[in-house]
């Protein structure tokens, strides 16, 4: 009844919408830059830096207590151990059981966690605005005085082994598991959990150790974001909770020992696999290497989006798999490049084709105009919506600050994108996207993909673990 | 971004300022199209959603996973974009998309710089407008959705378990109960016919809603959304489909051997209340005490404690709802991963032990006030989010018409009492209303070399 009776007046709409032309895509102004709030930045005379960004938007506070202690820091024999510290610290401390800070955060509307990467270990909270005083309070008590009480630190372990396990039927984990094994050889970026036996070395003792190494003060960044109290007052609070915290030296990062990228293929055999998850790639240019932003464009036509060369191939185009694309890791020492799918048994071998030739041509040809103007406003958009929480703002001056990257990196960010020549990213192609010395990891079941891989070289072939 | 602050005029428990009002603005286009707009000049950057009043639980017999197969066409073209143009115009403008398929709903987004707005109307409305059904666009999304099954759901472990034999355990109604994520067969059997009817019925205008939110300025956008959507022709309202459950819940239970899982886990479900009913928001507490945060009683007493769990999961409407888009039929239910040092039936019997603690006892009113206060922060955490306000909006007005209640359903949840927490407890928790399925470990298939 209602549709019937405004019938008379769609007509009327239909003669004015025909005023827009809806055979091309309307035009509209260019992407805004992204504009970087001020920092301010001191630093305590026991060498903490401290970095306080305000933040209207909400009433919430995000902080990020950082040291240069990710799991490249671990013991030789104990792969893992920053992990478990990390996770450990918020367990329990001198005067607070796990029960006591659990209730105190969540009774003013906290989260507190630890977690390492593979180059630095942090500390990430956020709270309520209301809260900001009592939040400090809490992280200053984990970061000096956790201590690791023994029936935690065993319940932990457990709950790691479980987990690894867990961990060990997940088709994504064994294959990055053996990938970045071979791409960083004897450098401890090689291992991507613990091991079982590593967990059983780790105890309290250890765990100490490791935090009066590296969590000090001197190693440490502080970055608070948001709805602040009054600068003199939120610099207060920092010097009360964190003055007392002693500075010492820290030893320095393992070597930059990384192994010649050559080319292996390992098939990680796994009975049962309905499809094969691949990985092809090789060590490749980090943050602040003049390849960086060559590199980051070219990838991105590659293998960054829907409109990416392998998502348009091998999905698109050749319905191989649901998911095609390349990705850039970005730690500190090294970068690694890596293209991935996951393709169903029958079209391994036209798949790794399909990828390898799209690695190639990277390398053979230069990219087009048209290409590189998409790609350039792709990354330009997604890094300003990437921007828009407080959590990823604030992950983000963390980054700038704990991975020696330029003050300016974020608000240059896109301007260095937008410079990047078509031959600048055939000349990094050569250098990191040309297959012929990759690695090459294929996850599946053997019996049914062995044989398609044979063309591509010498097969090593592993049980998974 | 300016707050107002919410009058709480009925509970002294209710914060002054429970949390930040979002700007709403509701229309309705003469073709029926519902339209939200909220504006928000803090960032450059704008969220459209589109949300379409037909989900998975709409399907027919013998079409398992089409309403997800022609989520995946909406993306192959229209009149005026040709195959492949959604994708690229969207990110050749800075901007990011996705659609998803839900029991009771399906929805699509853009994400863009904020002053890209029209290019993500042109391309919602073109589809709405015109979509391209052919058979060349159906066979490759078949193939898409095959491979994306296999992906997400047949090589990992407790997936399979989760999406096909779950439903068919906490459901009766095939309705409510059969794959959403659809067999082979079925995808198969799908043809264009199918394809064009379902387009027709199910995505007109006044079968859906348009919410914008981000910087946009209020008199542009509604003469964009007019010139875009305002001639697209309504349709007749599609019939629903009848979800209803059996009135007395029996007790149900079932085995999956999982080729894929090394660690044995447990589900636990319980048919749930009227969404919105008072029960709705004392169950969605209840849960929070369960479950949420660090100090939780799962946390405390079953990780800790008895040191038997090593992950959990619980939500009003899991495993494809929360309580922001749970809708009847609907369960409470729990994911519990454990150590294999333990049965599943002990698992079982510690979690209704917990829930036995709260029927016989009751809850603190400091515990209550802690659960309160995560909620509180976890809304507030979540609403920064442009495409997550937008979401939000369009859950509201397309499950209770009321996207207002983005601003006021908070203070529902923050007023629920111990005591309605301890009646829900004992009124849906009980073991005679519970469905089970446990899933072990199978050992892995023969190796053949």
Same mark, same amino acid.
């Given at each position: 009844?209602?549709?019937?009776?405004?019938?008379?007046?769609?007509?009327?709409?239909?003669?004015?919408?025909?005023?827009?032309?809806?055979?091309?895509?309307?035009?509209?102004?260019?992407?805004?830059?992204?504009?970087?709030?001020?920092?301010?930045?001191?630093?305590?005379?026991?060498?903490?830096?401290?970095?306080?960004?305000?933040?209207?938007?909400?009433?919430?506070?995000?902080?990020?207590?950082?040291?240069?202690?990710?799991?490249?820091?671990?013991?030789?024999?104990?792969?893992?151990?920053?992990?478990?510290?990390?996770?450990?610290?918020?367990?329990?401390?001198?005067?607070?059981?796990?029960?006591?800070?659990?209730?105190?955060?969540?009774?003013?509307?906290?989260?507190?966690?630890?977690?390492?990467?593979?180059?630095?270990?942090?500390?990430?909270?956020?709270?309520?605005?209301?809260?900001?005083?009592?939040?400090?309070?809490?992280?200053?008590?984990?970061?000096?005085?956790?201590?690791?009480?023994?029936?935690?630190?065993?319940?932990?372990?457990?709950?790691?082994?479980?987990?690894?396990?867990?961990?060990?039927?997940?088709?994504?984990?064994?294959?990055?598991?053996?990938?970045?094994?071979?791409?960083?050889?004897?450098?401890?970026?090689?291992?991507?959990?613990?091991?079982?036996?590593?967990?059983?070395?780790?105890?309290?003792?250890?765990?100490?150790?490791?935090?009066?190494?590296?969590?000090?003060?001197?190693?440490?960044?502080?970055?608070?974001?948001?709805?602040?109290?009054?600068?003199?007052?939120?610099?207060?609070?920092?010097?009360?909770?964190?003055?007392?915290?002693?500075?010492?030296?820290?030893?320095?990062?393992?070597?930059? @020992?990384?192994?010649?990228?050559?080319?292996?293929?390992?098939?990680?055999?796994?009975?049962?696999?309905?499809?094969?998850?691949?990985?092809?790639?090789?060590?490749?240019?980090?943050?602040?290497?003049?390849?960086?932003?060559?590199?980051?464009?070219?990838?991105?036509?590659?293998?960054?989006?829907? @409109?990416?060369?392998?998502?348009?191939?091998?999905?698109?185009?050749?319905?191989?798999?649901?998911?095609?694309?390349?990705?850039?890791?970005?730690?500190?020492?090294?970068?690694?490049?890596?293209?991935?799918?996951?393709?169903?048994?029958?079209?391994?071998?036209?798949?790794?084709?399909?990828?390898?030739?799209?690695?190639?041509?990277?390398?053979?040809?230069?990219?087009?105009?048209?290409?590189?103007?998409?790609?350039? @406003?792709?990354?330009?958009?997604?890094?300003?919506?990437?921007?828009?929480?407080?959590?990823?703002?604030?992950?983000?001056?963390?980054?700038?600050?704990?991975?020696?990257?330029?003050?300016?990196?974020?608000?240059?960010?896109?301007?260095?994108?937008?410079?990047?020549?078509?031959?600048?990213?055939?000349?990094?192609?050569?250098?990191?996207?040309?297959?012929?010395?990759?690695?090459?990891?294929?996850?599946?079941?053997?019996?049914?993909?062995?044989?398609?891989?044979?063309?591509?070289?010498?097969?090593?072939?592993?049980?998974?673990? | 971004?300016?707050?107002?602050?919410?009058?709480?005029?009925?509970?002294?428990?209710?914060?002054?300022?429970?949390?930040?009002?979002?700007?709403?603005?509701?229309?309705?286009?003469?073709?029926?199209?519902?339209?939200?707009?909220?504006?928000?000049?803090?960032?450059?950057?704008?969220?459209?959603?589109?949300?379409?009043?037909?989900?998975?639980?709409?399907?027919?017999?013998?079409?398992?996973?089409?309403?997800?197969?022609?989520?995946?066409?909406?993306?192959?073209?229209?009149?005026?974009?040709?195959?492949?143009?959604?994708?690229?115009?969207?990110?050749?403008?800075?901007?990011?998309?996705?659609?998803?398929?839900?029991?009771?709903?399906?929805?699509?987004?853009?994400?863009?710089?904020?002053?890209?707005?029209?290019?993500?109307?042109?391309?919602?409305?073109?589809?709405?407008?015109?979509?391209?059904?052919?058979?060349?666009?159906?066979?490759?999304?078949?193939?898409?959705?095959?491979?994306?099954?296999?992906?997400?759901?047949?090589?990992?472990?407790?997936?399979?378990?989760?999406?096909?034999?779950?439903?068919?355990?906490?459901?009766?109604?095939?309705?409510?109960?059969?794959?959403?994520?659809?067999?082979?067969?079925?995808?198969?059997?799908?043809?264009?016919?199918?394809?064009?009817?379902?387009?027709?019925?199910?995505?007109?205008?006044?079968?859906?809603?348009?919410?914008?939110?981000?910087?946009?300025?209020?008199?542009?956008?509604?003469?964009?959304?007019?010139?875009?959507?305002?001639?697209?022709?309504?349709?007749?309202?599609?019939?629903?489909?009848?979800?209803?459950?059996?009135?007395?819940?029996?007790?149900?239970?079932?085995?999956?051997?999982?080729?894929?899982?090394?660690?044995?886990?447990?589900?636990?479900?319980?048919?749930?209340?009227?969404?919105?009913?008072?029960?709705?928001?004392?169950?969605?507490?209840?849960?929070?005490?369960?479950?949420?945060?660090?100090?939780?009683?799962?946390?405390?007493?079953?990780?800790?404690?008895?040191?038997?769990?090593?992950?959990?999961?619980?939500?009003?409407?899991?495993?494809?709802?929360?309580?922001?888009?749970?809708?009847?039929?609907?369960?409470?239910?729990?994911?519990?991963?454990?150590?294999?040092?333990?049965?599943?039936?002990?698992?079982?019997?510690?979690?209704?032990?917990?829930?036995?603690?709260?029927?016989?006892?009751?809850?603190?009113?400091?515990?209550?006030?802690?659960?309160?206060?995560?909620?509180?922060?976890?809304?507030?955490?979540?609403?920064?989010?442009?495409?997550?306000?937008?979401?939000?909006?369009?859950?509201?007005?397309?499950?209770?018409?009321?996207?207002?209640?983005?601003?006021?359903?908070?203070?529902?949840?923050?007023?629920?009492?111990?005591?309605?927490?301890?009646?829900?407890?004992?009124?849906?928790?009980?073991?005679?209303?519970?469905?089970?399925?446990?899933?072990?470990?199978?050992?892995?298939?023969?190796?053949?070399?």
């Amino acid at each position: 009844m209602r549709i019937a009776a405004f019938l008379p007046l769609l007509a009327g709409i239909t003669l004015m919408a025909q005023t827009i032309d809806r055979t091309k895509p309307p035009e509209t102004p260019p992407i805004p830059a992204f504009k970087m709030p001020p920092v301010h930045e001191s630093k305590l005379p026991n060498g903490l830096s401290v970095f306080l960004v305000e933040d209207a938007r909400f009433p919430l506070v995000s902080v990020r207590l950082s040291f240069q202690a990710g799991s490249k820091f671990d013991p030789k024999d104990m792969p893992g151990l920053a992990g478990m510290v990390a996770s450990l610290l918020t367990q329990g401390t001198k005067t607070r059981s796990f029960r006591d800070l659990a209730e105190e955060l969540t009774s003013i509307g906290a989260s507190l966690d630890g977690h390492a990467s593979p180059d630095v270990f942090t500390l990430s909270g956020s709270v309520l605005s209301e809260n900001t005083a009592k939040l400090l309070e809490l992280l200053a008590d984990v970061a000096l005085n956790a201590n690791f009480p023994e029936d935690e630190v065993s319940l932990r372990k457990q709950n790691r082994k479980q987990a690894l396990l867990a961990q060990r039927s997940q088709p994504a984990f064994l294959a990055n598991e053996k990938y970045d094994a071979l791409v960083f050889g004897g450098h401890p970026y090689s291992y991507i959990a613990p091991t079982m036996e590593s967990l059983d070395r780790m105890d309290q003792k250890s765990m100490i150790q490791f935090r009066d190494t590296y969590l000090v003060p001197n190693n440490a960044v502080l970055l608070l974001v948001g709805q602040l109290p009054p600068r003199a007052e939120t610099l207060k609070l920092v010097r009360d909770h964190f003055a007392s915290w002693k500075e010492k030296p820290v030893p320095a990062a393992p070597a930059k @020992n990384f192994p010649e990228s050559k080319r292996q293929l390992v098939l990680v055999d796994r009975p049962g696999s309905v499809q094969a998850d691949i990985h092809i790639g090789r060590l490749a240019a980090t943050r602040t290497d003049p390849d960086y932003y060559p590199l980051l464009v070219g990838n991105a036509i590659l293998g960054g989006g829907a @409109n990416s060369r392998l998502f348009l191939d091998v999905r698109e185009a050749k319905s191989f798999a649901y998911d095609a694309h390349s990705e850039l890791d970005r730690r500190k020492d090294a970068g690694v490049v890596t293209a991935v799918t996951q393709v169903r048994n029958e079209v391994v071998e036209p798949a790794m084709e399909a990828v390898l030739g799209n690695l190639s041509q990277m390398a053979q040809a230069p990219v087009t105009a048209e290409e590189l103007s998409d790609i350039k @406003n792709y990354i330009s958009g997604s890094f300003l919506i990437s921007l828009e929480t407080q959590a990823s703002l604030t992950d983000q001056i963390d980054l700038v600050k704990t991975m020696g990257l330029p003050d300016d990196y974020l608000e240059m960010f896109t301007t260095r994108v937008r410079s990047v020549e078509p031959d600048q990213i055939q000349a990094a192609a050569r250098k990191y996207l040309a297959p012929e010395k990759d690695s090459i990891v294929v996850l599946g079941d053997a019996a049914q993909i062995e044989k398609s891989l044979e063309k591509f070289g010498p097969v090593q072939v592993e049980k998974a673990k | 971004m300016k707050f107002a602050l919410i009058d709480s005029d009925h509970s002294s428990a209710i914060p002054q300022a429970a949390q930040p009002v979002i700007p709403i603005e509701k229309y309705t286009l003469n073709n029926g199209m519902r339209v939200i707009l909220s504006r928000d000049n803090a960032v450059p950057v704008v969220a459209i959603y589109m949300i379409y009043d037909v989900g998975a639980r709409a399907e027919e017999k013998g079409r398992t996973g089409f309403a997800h197969l022609f989520e995946h066409m909406m993306f192959e073209g229209s009149a005026n974009v040709p195959k492949g143009m959604h994708f690229k115009t969207v990110e050749s403008n800075g901007g990011t998309l996705n659609g998803s398929t839900h029991p009771d709903y399906t929805d699509y987004f853009e994400v863009l710089p904020s002053n890209k707005l029209a290019v993500g109307l042109w391309l919602e409305s073109d589809r709405m407008r015109s979509l391209s059904i052919t058979k060349e666009n159906l066979d490759n999304q078949k193939e898409a959705v095959k491979q994306e099954r296999r992906l997400s759901f047949d090589n990992r472990p407790y997936q399979t378990a989760i999406v096909d034999r779950w439903p068919e355990l906490a459901f009766q109604n095939w309705q409510n109960s059969h794959s959403l994520i659809g067999s082979f067969e079925d995808l198969n059997a799908s043809s264009v016919e199918d394809v064009a009817k379902f387009f027709k019925t199910y995505y007109a205008p006044d079968n859906a809603a348009l919410v914008i939110v981000g910087d946009i300025q209020i008199p542009q956008a509604k003469k964009l959304i007019e010139d875009y959507f305002g001639d697209i022709p309504p349709q007749p309202k599609p019939a629903k489909p009848d979800l209803s459950e059996p009135a007395t819940p029996t007790p149900r239970s079932d085995v999956y051997h999982d080729p894929h899982a090394r660690v044995p886990a447990v589900l636990i479900g319980f048919p749930g209340p009227v969404r919105r009913s008072p029960d709705y928001y004392a169950l969605a507490m209840l849960d929070i005490l369960f479950t949420g945060g660090p100090s939780s009683r799962f946390q405390l007493n079953l990780v800790k404690g008895k040191e038997s769990l090593i992950q959990y999961q619980a939500e009003m409407g899991w495993p494809f709802c929360s309580s922001t888009d749970y809708k009847n039929p609907g369960d409470y239910a729990m994911f519990l991963l454990f150590k294999p040092s333990f049965t599943p039936q002990q698992i079982v019997d510690q979690a209704q032990e917990e829930i036995e603690k709260i029927q016989k006892d009751g809850v603190d009113a400091k515990e209550l006030e802690r659960a309160r206060t995560l909620l509180r922060s976890e809304r507030i955490t979540a609403l920064q989010s442009s495409l997550h306000r937008a979401e939000l909006l369009g859950k509201y007005e397309i499950l209770d018409g009321v996207p207002e209640l983005i601003n006021t359903d908070l203070e529902k949840f923050l007023a629920v009492t111990p005591a309605e927490i301890q009646a829900v407890a004992k009124k849906y928790l009980t073991p005679e209303r519970r469905t089970v399925l446990q899933i072990l470990p199978a050992p892995p298939p023969k190796e053949n070399h």
